[in-house]
T-cell receptor
Framework: KAGVTQTPRYLIKTRGQQVTLSCSPISGHRSVSWYQQTPGQGLQFLFEYFSETQRNKGNFPGRFSGRQFSNSRSEMNVSTLELGDSALYLC????????????FGPGTRLLVL | GENVEQHPSTLSVQEGDSAVIKCTYSDSASNYFPWYKQELGKRPQLIIDIRSNVGEKKDQRIAVTLNKTAKHFSLHITETQPEDSAVYFCAASVRGADGLTFGKGTHLIIQP
């Protein structure tokens, strides 16, 4: 099976702009989670989608949002970008939830200038 | 919400020796504890996990122990090899709650 894929792999934006990241899960996986990884804060949970519904949400401001489509592909959006949003954004998929093996994608590295 | 502390932040061991990484969690309702390995420039990969109804789990050279009373769990790697060099993350989660909460990671260095 093909692994989790993310696009784009690298992105440079300026403060105030918005960005949309995409994640394609492993075929058959219905749960997609998003994480932010930074050197200072490590891996932080953003949200989880299952069957097109947000099921869990981490402690991030409302500028961070997401959605999931009927084919389980997911997108996350960050509006009004801040310098502190520079990070590696990882998505992970699993068959049905976060309490089973999460298969991570390669990540999207976002740099906000 | 859940808080996970991980120690040490860096661990250097001689090849062939054992390595132990420890994590503590704050929410007594947490019931799932995975460990992920992330090699430099690569994505995290699950290496072992344990649920709260089990005290220990082994997979070849890797083992995880869980002490629910003390709210801590540990990763044990025996007979370390150069390919074990990576950053290891512990995590905890409460079913139906806030997804996985990760520790800050341990950089494991295997000295030849």
């Amino acid at each position: 099976k093909a692994g989790v894929t993310q696009t784009p792999r690298y992105l440079i934006k300026t403060r105030g702009q918005q960005v949309t990241l995409s994640c394609s899960p492993i075929s058959g996986h219905r749960s997609v989670s998003w994480y932010q990884q930074t050197p200072g804060q490590g891996l932080q949970f953003l949200f989880e989608y299952f069957s097109e519904t947000q099921r869990n949400k981490g402690n991030f401001p409302g500028r961070f949002s997401g959605r999931q489509f009927s084919n389980s592909r997911s997108e996350m959006n960050v509006s009004t970008l801040e310098l502190g949003d520079s990070a590696l954004y990882l998505c992970a998929s699993s068959l049905s939830g976060t309490q089973e093996t999460q298969y991570f994608g390669p990540g999207t590295r976002l740099l906000v200038l | 919400g859940e808080n996970v502390e991980q120690h040490p932040s860096t661990l250097s061991v001689q090849e062939g020796d054992s390595a132990v990484i420890k994590c503590t969690y704050s929410d007594s309702a947490s019931n799932y504890f995975p460990w992920y390995k992330q090699e430099l420039g690569k994505r995290p990969q699950l290496i072992i996990d344990i649920r709260s109804n089990v005290g220990e789990k082994k997979d070849q050279r890797i083992a995880v122990t869980l002490n629910k009373t003390a709210k801590h769990f540990s990763l044990h790697i025996t007979e370390t090899q150069p390919e074990d060099s990576a950053v290891y993350f512990c995590a905890a989660s409460v079913r139906g709650a806030d997804g996985l909460t990760f520790g800050k990671g341990t950089h494991l260095i295997i000295q030849p």
